[in-house]
């Protein structure tokens, strides 16, 4: 028999995928008890029950099977009835993997023979239900001899006209209860009694170390500390408090926001049930898709501008309908351009979509949030033209989604361009470093212009997963510009939010971290600490680039937005968005962010995209630390069944953290005494102090040593084995785990590459040694001569306000509109010898639009940008077919000499916006 791993395991399997092993633990127990019926020996009952019992500590974390099921299996196996072993053992691994136990109450039975409790064809008589199940946590016991005193008298109050159906799980101390959180993710709800110890009975050091940076105390009524802890790490769930004493004196302090709400002692029962049910209610409301959802029945007449509503013209049709027997009637019953009957307007919500976007901002954690239909590259340019004006200076991401740059273009802003660390061995980028921002600051504050700054530009986290911290990142920026405004790019990160471990390292997360910073006494002592140092903040003092900086509590503002693609990793149609706000001065700058809002979003949005955006976001809440945990196991499992298999690594690597992040932005895992900390603790220990952190469900794959490019193997998936993925670099590809896959996913991969390595195997095996060699040089050309990336060079004097300022910022719109005219333009091929001759000699070589090859997805020119030879060897050398902006029969779209000088006479008869007076609300929001 194989081991049971208890939860104090080593694994990152331990952290993200107890909840999917039960099942695989469950049908080994089943398994072994079918064997030992089949084939029994004298001690098979006491294996078994040896088994068990191991598992039970972890398995008392959840309602099914329970406490009373798990102690009749014991006894049934001291009784030696392994048969009845087997019906249980059998139905439990069946209701485990199919989730039947939601569905059917029937399923607690688990020692009543059936042909399967999963099996959705059910016999008449046997109940199925349509209510959704939860489990409740209740810490602590009403009386110290009735441990489940509470959970028996919950469930009494239960009734099949209730909207949900849950059960309860009862643990003792603190440190079970975070276990419990941490392991079972089907708890809606927690209850906590004052009285329980801080202790569990289990050894649990690792644990105690992850508690101990948060102040518990380990005496005392501790109650709302537990409450406290869960709302930082699980802020979904509903907490409740029964305090037996003193309540009136805890009930309006500041650590009593924690609970949704405060009971005294067993008085009131029955209104903690009905709480329990209403808290859950809250999050499972939708009230635009419910609204849809009956608007759709209802006997409509439409008489505007949309011949598809309904779907008449459709379902009717001599020659279209077999489209609407594809799609189904529903979608075009729920269509319509009107904004009445029911509906809302997505440019003006007063009715269920302002509530479902007010839901979604308490999702996120934000203070509002909008819906945009119009893809993230919209939400992009409509934060940076509502917040941005001509002439302000935005610090940005070189490596950031075109949108960003464009969004430049259209507001006037100048582009102040940070470029990230480089990967050129896996010819990548990863995240802007935090000393570099800091030095833009410094170098922008001693040049006498840091109060034109008015904005950063992140991406959190990058295509290929480098989430930054952005605590950390916003609050050293902040100790140097105090109202600085960060719009964090999250396209591929919407549902972090909803990981316990991942959501601190979004922007909503850091900015509520940034505001209990602003309320806390122990920053503020901290703070003080560090302003004896003296650090100058001028760019002087050397201190400022390297000490981590920490911003003054009563002069930062909290002014973070956040973009998401909410499609992108929730269950949403393509194009669905979200602008999230956490905002101290959005009341000063909501006009012109509606009239941004305005300006990019369709006056006619696509009902199906809010309709998902508003059931992505119940989903999320209710599950989503559920889908999310799975997402990141299934991540784990395939990086190491890659890794270990030895036919496909001699082709394939799935790249960690020790490859992706450089190790002076990963130290956590270089600190002394860590060396034997299991995966999980070092993995915590990451995402709470590292610079950077992979996201895992990244897997980029290294497939140079196949003999083919990241471009080539993809089309090699597509064609040949059905896969699909998006992202490619000159020698990987990029399989993102998401919230859709299934281990059947994991397992068709790992298949594939096996295959694809035998057949490698093959062919070196039979080839001529000439192909061999050929092989191997392609490898070499692939994996080791990879071509330098080039960062920024510089915007051409004509396009700065002061050339001899060593600052990086210039007029990019002026520079993208003089390319309109096309006499100011020239073409230069690659290949071209003039080109070389320039680059060496001059005159210099100055894009004039965007080029932007994808991969990697980022304009490698810009316009007024000076090209150098670095960016030309890389252009030279890209193996992609794609190049937005780049004719290849024409070359590079360049100024012409003339061009540049009439702007450079132009701007020296112009007043340098350098000495111009900043907006006048700058200084001060």
């Given at each position: 028999?194989?081991?049971?791993?208890?939860?104090?395991?080593d694994?990152?399997?331990?952290?993200?995928?107890?909840?999917?092993?039960?099942?695989?633990?469950w049908r080994?127990i089943?398994?072994?008890?079918?064997?030992a019926l089949?084939?029994p020996?004298?001690?098979?009952?006491?294996r078994?029950?040896q088994?068990?019992?191991?598992?039970?500590?972890?398995?008392?974390?959840?309602?099914?099977?329970?406490?009373?099921?798990l102690?009749?299996l014991?006894?049934?196996?001291?009784?030696g009835?392994?048969?009845?072993f087997?019906v249980?053992?059998?139905?439990?691994?069946?209701?485990?993997?199919?989730?039947?136990y939601?569905r059917?109450?029937?399923?607690?039975?688990?020692?009543?023979?059936?042909?399967?409790?999963a099996?959705?064809d059910?016999?008449?008589?046997?109940?199925v239900?349509?209510?959704?199940y939860?489990?409740?946590?209740?810490?602590?016991?009403?009386?110290?001899?009735?441990?489940n005193?509470?959970a028996?008298?919950l469930?009494?109050?239960?009734?099949?006209s209730?909207?949900?159906?849950?059960?309860?799980?009862?643990?003792?101390?603190?440190?079970d209860?975070?276990?419990?959180?941490?392991?079972?993710?089907?708890?809606?709800?927690m209850?906590?009694?004052?009285?329980f110890?801080?202790?569990s009975?289990?050894?649990?050091?690792?644990?105690e170390?992850?508690?101990?940076?948060?102040?518990?105390?380990?005496?005392g009524?501790?109650?709302?500390?537990?409450?406290?802890v869960?709302?930082?790490?699980?802020p979904?769930?509903?907490?409740?408090?029964?305090a037996?004493r003193?309540?009136?004196?805890?009930?309006?302090?500041s650590?009593?926001?924690?609970?949704?709400r405060?009971?005294?002692?067993i008085?009131?029962?029955?209104?903690?049930?009905?709480?329990?049910?209403?808290g859950?209610?809250?999050?499972?409301q939708?009230?635009?898709?419910?609204?849809?959802?009956s608007?759709?029945?209802?006997?409509?007449?439409?008489?505007?501008?949309?011949?598809?509503?309904r779907?008449k013209?459709?379902?009717?049709?001599?020659?279209i309908?077999?489209?609407?027997?594809?799609?189904?009637?529903?979608?075009?019953l729920?269509?319509s351009?009107?904004?009445?009957?029911?509906?809302?307007?997505l440019?003006?919500?007063?009715?269920?979509?302002?509530?479902?976007q007010?839901?979604?901002?308490?999702?996120?954690g934000?203070?509002?949030?909008?819906?945009?239909?119009n893809?993230t590259s919209?939400s992009?340019?409509?934060?940076?033209?509502?917040?941005?004006r001509?002439?302000?200076?935005v610090?940005?991401d070189?490596?950031?989604?075109k949108?960003?740059?464009y969004?430049?273009?259209?507001?006037?802003a100048?582009?102040?361009?940070v470029?990230?660390f480089r990967?050129?061995?896996?010819?990548?980028?990863?995240g802007?470093?935090?000393?570099?921002?800091?030095?833009a600051l410094?170098?922008?504050?001693?040049?006498?212009?840091?109060?034109?700054?008015r904005?950063?530009?992140?991406?959190?986290?990058?295509?290929?997963?480098?989430?930054?911290?952005t605590?950390?990142?916003?609050?050293?920026?902040?100790?140097?510009k105090?109202?600085?405004?960060?719009?964090?790019?999250?396209?591929?990160?919407?549902?972090?939010?909803?990981?316990?471990?991942?959501?601190?390292?979004?922007?909503?997360g850091?900015a509520?971290a940034?505001?209990?910073?602003q309320?806390?006494?122990?920053?503020?002592?901290?703070?003080?600490?560090?302003?004896?140092?003296?650090?100058?903040?001028?760019?002087?003092?050397?201190?400022?680039?390297?000490a981590?900086?920490?911003?003054?509590?009563?002069?930062?503002h909290v002014?973070?937005?956040?973009?998401?693609?909410?499609?992108?990793?929730?269950?949403?149609?393509r194009q669905?968005s979200?602008?999230?706000?956490?905002?101290?001065?959005f009341?000063?700058?909501?006009?012109p962010?509606?009239?941004?809002?305005?300006?990019?979003t369709?006056?006619?949005?696509?009902?199906?995209?809010?309709?998902?955006?508003?059931?992505?976001?119940?989903?999320?809440?209710?599950e989503?630390f559920?889908?999310?945990?799975?997402?990141l196991?299934l991540a784990?499992?395939?990086?190491q069944?890659?890794n270990?298999?030895?036919?496909?690594?001699?082709?394939?690597r799935?790249?960690?953290?020790?490859?992706?992040?450089?190790?002076?932005?990963?130290?956590?895992?270089?600190?002394?005494?860590?060396?034997d900390?299991?995966?999980?603790?070092?993995?915590?220990?990451?995402?709470?102090?590292?610079?950077?952190?992979?996201?895992?469900t990244?897997?980029?794959?290294m497939c140079?040593?196949?003999?083919?490019n990241?471009?080539?193997?993809?089309?090699l998936?597509?064609?040949?084995?059905?896969?699909?993925?998006?992202?490619?670099s000159?020698n990987s590809?990029?399989?993102?785990?998401?919230?859709?896959?299934t281990?059947g996913?994991?397992?068709?991969?790992?298949?594939?590459l096996?295959?694809i390595?035998?057949?490698?195997?093959?062919?070196l095996?039979?080839?001529?040694?000439?192909?061999r060699?050929?092989?191997?040089?392609?490898?070499?050309?692939?994996?080791?001569?990879?071509?330098?990336?080039p960062?920024?060079?510089?915007f051409?004097?004509?396009?700065r306000?002061d050339?001899a300022?060593?600052?990086?910022?210039?007029?990019?719109r002026e520079?993208f509109?003089?390319?309109?005219d096309?006499?100011?333009?020239e073409?230069?091929?690659?290949?071209?010898?003039?080109?070389?001759e320039?680059?060496a000699n001059?005159?210099?070589?100055?894009?004039?639009?965007?080029?932007i090859?994808?991969?990697?997805?980022?304009?490698?020119?810009?316009?007024?940008?000076?090209?150098t030879?670095?960016?030309?060897?890389?252009?030279?050398?890209?193996?992609v077919?794609?190049?937005?902006?780049?004719?290849?029969?024409r070359?590079?779209?360049?100024?012409t000499t003339?061009?540049l000088?009439?702007?450079?006479?132009?701007?020296e008869?112009?007043?340098?916006?350098?000495?111009?007076?900043p907006?006048?609300?700058?200084?001060?929001?």
């Amino acid at each position: 028999m194989e081991p049971i791993v208890s939860v104090t395991g080593d694994t990152l399997s331990d952290l993200f995928g107890y909840g999917a092993r039960r099942e695989d633990y469950w049908r080994s127990i089943q398994r072994a008890a079918d064997t030992a019926l089949r084939h029994p020996k004298e001690d098979s009952a006491e294996r078994l029950l040896q088994w068990l019992r191991t598992l039970i500590p972890v398995e008392s974390y959840w309602g099914f099977p329970g406490t009373r099921v798990l102690q009749q299996l014991v006894e049934v196996l001291e009784e030696g009835d392994l048969e009845a072993f087997d019906v249980a053992a059998r139905n439990i691994s069946a209701a485990l993997h199919t989730k039947s136990y939601r569905r059917h109450p029937a399923a607690a039975d688990v020692f009543e023979p059936r042909h399967t409790v999963a099996d959705d064809d059910d016999d008449e008589e046997e109940e199925v239900s349509s209510r959704p199940y939860f489990e409740v946590l209740i810490v602590g016991g009403l009386d110290p001899d009735d441990h489940n005193g509470l959970a028996r008298a919950l469930q009494g109050l239960r009734d099949s006209s209730d909207d949900f159906r849950y059960e309860c799980v009862t643990v003792e101390s603190f440190q079970d209860a975070v276990v419990a959180l941490s392991l079972n993710q089907e708890f809606q709800a927690m209850v906590a009694l004052d009285g329980f110890p801080y202790h569990s009975t289990s050894e649990l050091p690792h644990l105690e170390q992850f508690l101990s940076g948060r102040g518990v105390p380990r005496t005392g009524d501790l109650g709302l500390p537990l409450l406290n802890v869960v709302q930082d790490f699980l802020p979904h769930l509903d907490r409740y408090l029964l305090a037996d004493r003193g309540w009136e004196l805890i009930a309006g302090t500041s650590e009593a926001a924690a609970a949704r709400r405060i009971f005294f002692g067993i008085e009131e029962l029955r209104e903690l049930h009905l709480s329990i049910l209403d808290g859950v209610r809250e999050r499972f409301q939708t009230p635009f898709f419910d609204n849809l959802k009956s608007y759709a029945q209802r006997p409509m007449g439409t008489y505007h501008a949309l011949p598809i509503a309904r779907g008449k013209s459709i379902m009717n049709s001599n020659w279209i309908r077999d489209m609407g027997e594809f799609y189904g009637r529903n979608i075009f019953l729920a269509e319509s351009s009107a904004t009445t009957g029911g509906l809302d307007s997505l440019l003006e919500p007063t009715g269920n979509i302002k509530k479902a976007q007010e839901l979604a901002a308490r999702a996120f954690g934000a203070d509002h949030a909008y819906y945009a239909t119009n893809g993230t590259s919209t939400s992009n340019k409509i934060v940076v033209q509502a917040l941005c004006r001509p002439g302000d200076i935005v610090l940005i991401d070189r490596d950031c989604h075109k949108s960003h740059h464009y969004a430049c273009v259209l507001a006037g802003a100048q582009p102040y361009y940070v470029d990230a660390f480089r990967l050129t061995e896996y010819s990548m980028y990863g995240g802007v470093p935090i000393d570099r921002i800091k030095a833009a600051l410094l170098e922008l504050k001693s040049e006498g212009l840091l109060d034109r700054v008015r904005m950063l530009i992140l991406t959190n986290a990058t295509f290929d997963g480098h989430m930054a911290h952005t605590l950390r990142t916003m609050s050293e920026c902040l100790a140097i510009k105090p109202d600085l405004v960060f719009l964090w790019d999250e396209a591929w990160s919407a549902a972090a939010s909803f990981s316990p471990y991942l959501r601190r390292r979004t922007a909503m997360g850091g900015a509520a971290a940034l505001r209990r910073m602003q309320s806390s006494e122990t920053y503020r002592s901290r703070y003080d600490t560090f302003a004896e140092q003296g650090i100058a903040l001028d760019g002087s003092d050397p201190r400022a680039f390297t000490a981590e900086l920490l911003p003054n509590p009563d002069e930062f503002h909290v002014r973070v937005y956040q973009t998401t693609s909410v499609h992108k990793s929730m269950s949403a149609l393509r194009q669905a968005s979200m602008i999230l706000v956490a905002d101290q001065y959005f009341g000063d700058v909501k006009e012109p962010f509606k009239e941004a809002f305005y300006t990019h979003t369709s006056t006619s949005p696509n009902q199906q995209i809010i309709a998902t955006l508003d059931v992505a976001r119940r989903q999320m809440e209710l599950e989503g630390f559920e889908l999310v945990s799975r997402a990141l196991q299934l991540a784990v499992e395939l990086r190491q069944l890659i890794n270990e298999n030895p036919t496909i690594s001699r082709y394939f690597r799935a790249l960690g953290a020790k490859e992706m992040i450089p190790p002076q932005y990963r130290k956590s895992g270089q600190e002394p005494g860590r060396e034997d900390q299991p995966a999980w603790a070092l993995t915590l220990a990451a995402i709470e102090s590292d610079e950077f952190f992979l996201d895992l469900t990244r897997v980029t794959v290294m497939c140079g040593r196949a003999g083919m490019n990241g471009a080539e193997f993809k089309a090699l998936l597509a064609s040949d084995y059905e896969i699909q993925i998006n992202k490619t670099s000159r020698n990987s590809v990029l399989f993102q785990i998401n919230i859709n896959n299934t281990r059947g996913d994991v397992a068709q991969v790992i298949k594939v590459l096996a295959d694809i390595s035998r057949k490698l195997d093959d062919h070196l095996r039979s080839c001529s040694e000439e192909e061999r060699a050929e092989f191997a040089a392609r490898v070499v050309e692939l994996v080791d001569d990879v071509p330098e990336l080039p960062n920024f060079s510089r915007f051409h004097d004509a396009f700065r306000d002061d050339p001899a300022s060593p600052t990086r910022h210039g007029h990019m719109r002026e520079a993208f509109y003089l390319a309109y005219d096309p006499d100011n333009c020239e073409h230069l091929r690659l290949d071209s010898p003039e080109l070389d001759e320039r680059l060496a000699n001059g005159p210099e070589v100055v894009g004039a639009n965007f080029v932007i090859p994808y991969p990697p997805g980022f304009p490698v020119i810009v316009p007024g940008q000076v090209v150098t030879s670095e960016i030309v060897d890389f252009m030279r050398r890209l193996d992609v077919s794609e190049i937005h902006g780049y004719d290849a029969q024409r070359g590079l779209k360049l100024f012409t000499t003339e061009a540049l000088a009439r702007v450079a006479a132009d701007r020296e008869h112009r007043p340098s916006a350098a000495t111009a007076a900043p907006n006048e609300d700058q200084t001060d929001t």
